[in-house]
């Protein structure tokens, strides 16, 4: 397992992973009785982006140890669809007020940039089309009759 293998997209894609974990335990919304992070606030928009979150590790992880590039690939493909599917959420929860938020926080915002990291790291990684790290086998020839 080498970290010579992940390339621009699949870094991407981790820094989004980890910035969306990161703002479920920040606080999202500002209200008149106090601060509200993703688990107080739980909904359909908060697990899309967990999903997305695991997609994108596991597009990474894939990358990491896969040999072929053909489970990397798939786990991009998926990726895009919750990376996209997961800044609509975050958008979502940008717009929604919950609870008669007054403010949004910090943890929206790192949500947000997160999907957004997410979706563009996972189409990153679908469209690189560097060579293979490995060279390719060149067996000798079998002798003629």
Do not use: K
Request: charged residues 15%.
């Amino acid at each position: 397992m080498s970290l010579r293998r992940l390339r621009a997209g699949e870094l991407l894609a981790l820094i989004g992973a980890l910035c969306v974990i990161v703002s479920l335990f920040e606080p999202s919304y500002q209200t008149p009785a106090g601060n509200l992070d993703a688990w107080e606030t739980f909904g359909g928009a908060v697990a899309l982006l967990i999903a997305a979150a695991c997609a994108a590790l596991a597009l990474v992880l894939a990358t990491l140890t896969e040999r072929s590039p053909a489970l990397p690939v798939s786990l991009a493909v998926w990726c895009v669809a919750l990376g996209l599917i997961a800044l609509i959420a975050a958008i979502v929860r940008v717009l929604e007020r919950p609870d008669h938020a007054t403010a949004l926080c910090v943890g929206a915002w790192l949500a947000l940039a997160g999907a957004a990291a997410i979706l563009a790291g996972a189409w990153l990684s679908l469209r690189d089309e560097h060579t293979s790290l490995y060279r390719p086998a060149r067996p000798t020839p079998r002798p003629r009759p």
